[in-house]
């Protein structure tokens, strides 16, 4: 299937965001998750917990009408009650005995806003390997605002992911939300390593509309600058792109990161079925941080940018359930990192075949 | 398919409630009964007649713009005309002869407020297997309220009818509508007979809110009382329920039947598509007869309660037909009614299969 | 494929109506034509062009955001550029160089209200097999209306054509828009020739409501008169029908064309896919030349009319799609120029077939 090799399109053995913190506030709720159901939800005492959506017992969604009972969960239908923890059935409502049965369950972990899950082989499941909150720009002197929610995309998550890793887009697709033409001159440095990938692109920019968004009118500067957009994949469910990373400005002596500061774009992306997926997305920046109609401003302004992305993709993935899937791929040189990227997610997916 | 062992899950020999009296007074009506298409229309003389519901000349659906003639149907189309009785073509108006065709019919009976349809072998077809009136509680001493309709449930209607065989399901999924504990302890008493399936369900409970919604609050007794929930399955296409059938009454040496009556809940469940089906519903009782604040009452708490059950049921399907069918089933005791229907509904489809 | 022999149910030869001139008026437009997606636009000189709707690059649909530029279209995503006439890629904004593709174009021509598209092999496009703007109504003394768009109707385009060649339908599928039973009765002279057909139905009739719809109540003529109703195929994307073409009036030496004129019928109709197409409808006449309150009437009620027809081909449509195509088809005199009509069909597409 478009654009891998074979049928398999997923890499099961990795994390993903399922939901976020507030999403499971108001009791469970159920997410399709690499094409299976999950109910997600919070325990009494306030963990994280992600098991198989629907009951054994007669198939109804646990989210549905589902109550938490301490670490468990109690089926809406006929009371049928699996511990989150070890998916044991705990209780039969109309009986003393309970059967032997364990309910699949999924490790989860929550960090900072996400509360990620690991959908392959729960003995691979290492925490170590999402992403810190330093590394992405959640840590220390980092602020961050509330996530942007796209939920069911009807395309498939590498429509998305190719979509970030070729950035040239954002002059024509995004062409009217900022002046982005310098991107499509900017060389391209690619680094690879540990199955994480960045994509780093130099540029020299004066002022555009685009800087004013991110720093404010108010700190126009003069004359031309130095920054970079980068591009980082931490793996299949998660992505980060920059704000201008900027490194000098024509006629100053140093960058003031006080207003001139880094800005993360977030991006987790989680396969929900071969044609479909959830993205979430969120912003964090090191500038502005108590700037309260910046914040405002801000996120429509992404959510605005992020909604044409999932415009495209649903286009694209609309017109390949109708007329099929590409015969020919006109590739150029700006989609060497998003090739790259491909060749990197089919060796994953080709990992967790048995040979 | 699920429930059953192939992927005929149809009994076809059967007398099946194709529509309601009130359905057929404006005109002929489309309703596709087994996964036909089939037209319901009243005669001028006022019998209810069905066909096959496209007219064999260009397919038209013979219930746009069709009109009555006699006993014959007119094709909105091109006017071809068709007896409801044989099926004979009686007139092309472009012509002065007829082609000799015969239109399928089926055999049809309205009894109270259903119009009963056989979809099966006509020679098979034997009107004294169609529930009386009296047994199933429409007849003298009853009073019955209007139809709860619920037309092409996108569910097969093999999970209704499980559903209605295990009720320990009222305390959970109809749990926000009353207090149905008492049910998940009593113990089932399965008989059956002739393809009939009864159970009756004793239990010992107080007075509930559920007491108070059938038999009104000002007839409140303190104390425990004796009772029985029983259900009736007549066939494939009709189960009846019961309100509590109170037998005692602590500290009362009778129970007064003109106020703690019986009440019937009529479920007539006719499939539409192997995955969808159409569940009409009733009550009658032989109690609080005359009372309209309870008939006014009871009505919307009727198809309340349905469309829970309508809800869980499409929940169940959709699931089913995004994730895939059931792998395991956790069966345990209250199952046991559900799963003696479940045989006799293989048993029934089965026989009607050729060897 | 019902009515056809096998599964290839086009004739891909031909010429069909693509889009109405005021269609590309503000920007490029995405249709589908024969199962695949058409970009029509206008380049900045004002000429109609057609390409492959999808963008070899990413395969985005170039509609959306496409820019027009000269006679080229720019896609909306990375900006890549391709020539309306020769379909070379012009333009990579990314880089310096152009790869050599060549994106498929399709022969068009403008004619009268319609942008005509042949999608089949462009070296047997021939625009003098289009009909000309004389022989279909448009020329020289006639006046013609604002088109009447149905775009993806849910039904293949033989369900329309059949629909046309069987006027019979009139009596009761417009019954409520006039008294059209003279048709009924009607001979039926057919006469087919290099692949058209025309179907001429010679009539005895007085004034009707449908001769006070075209000729004006004030006109009323006491008595019979003789006329005719004419169907013409022209090719299996355009067929005429016209209204009373009146040749004598009881009482009358002559018919003052004037007021008794002709008038035609357009009914365009394009594939869209194997079960759904476009039908483009128009009249056109020779006489109320003048008369604005008439044009006022006239397209609403040639409107109501041809919803008709959508409503019973996407009825029949639906039904086939739910139900399985027609086993039996109960054919009778009225049916020989649609049968007709089925062979010359099947024969076009026949050949059209690899041996």
């Not at 469970?28 to 939800?41: A, G, S």
């Not at 980060?240 to 000098?248: E, K, N, P, V």
């Not at 880094?262 to 500038?287: L, Q, V």
Request: hydrophobic fraction near 35%; glycine fraction near 8%.
């Amino acid at each position: 299937m478009y654009p891998f090799r074979n049928d398999e399109t997923f890499v099961r053995n990795a994390w993903y965001v399922g939901c976020t913190h507030e999403e499971v506030a108001a009791g469970p709720i159920e997410r399709t998750i690499l094409d299976k159901p999950v109910v997600f939800y919070r325990s009494e005492s306030g963990a994280a917990m992600a098991m198989h959506g629907l009951c054994p017992h007669r198939a109804y969604p646990l989210a549905l009408k589902g109550q938490v009972k301490g670490d468990s969960l109690q089926c809406g239908y006929h009371g049928f009650t699996f511990d989150g923890r070890t998916g044991s059935c705990v209780r039969v409502p109309s009986q003393a005995s309970v059967p032997s049965y364990k309910q699949r369950v999924y490790p989860v972990l929550e960090r900072g806003p996400w509360i990620w899950i690991w959908p392959g082989d729960p003995s691979l499941a290492d925490v170590a390997t999402i992403p810190s909150l330093d590394e992405v720009g959640f840590g220390q002197g980092w602020k961050y605002l509330e996530p942007i929610k796209f939920s069911g995309i009807k395309g498939r998550y590498s429509l998305l992911m190719e979509n970030l890793l070729d950035l040239t887009h954002v002059a024509y697709l995004h062409g009217d939300m900022g002046d982005f033409d310098a991107i499509l001159q900017a060389p391209m440095r690619i680094t690879e390593k540990e199955d994480r990938l960045t994509v780093v692109r130099p540029m020299q920019t004066g002022w555009t509309r685009f800087h004013a968004s991110i720093f404010g009118d108010e700190n126009r500067f003069e004359g031309g600058s130095e920054s970079a957009s980068i591009t980082t994949f931490y793996g299949p469910g998660y992505i980060t792109t920059t704000g201008y990373i900027t490194s000098a400005i024509e006629g100053k002596e140093a960058v003031d990161k006080t207003i001139y500061g880094d800005m993360h774009f977030h991006h987790a992306i989680t396969p929900e079925t071969p044609r479909s997926c959830h993205y979430f997305g969120m912003s964090s920046r090191t500038h502005r941080l108590a700037d309260k109609a910046f914040d405002e401003m801000l996120n429509p302004f992404d959510a605005a940018v992020r909604k044409q992305d999932v415009d495209a993709v649903e286009a694209i993935e609309g017109h390949m359930n109708q007329f099929g899937e590409p015969v020919v791929e006109l590739l150029v040189n700006s989609d060497t990192a998003a090739a790259k990227l491909r060749r990197l997610m089919q060796r994953l997916i080709d990992n967790e075949q048995p040979r």
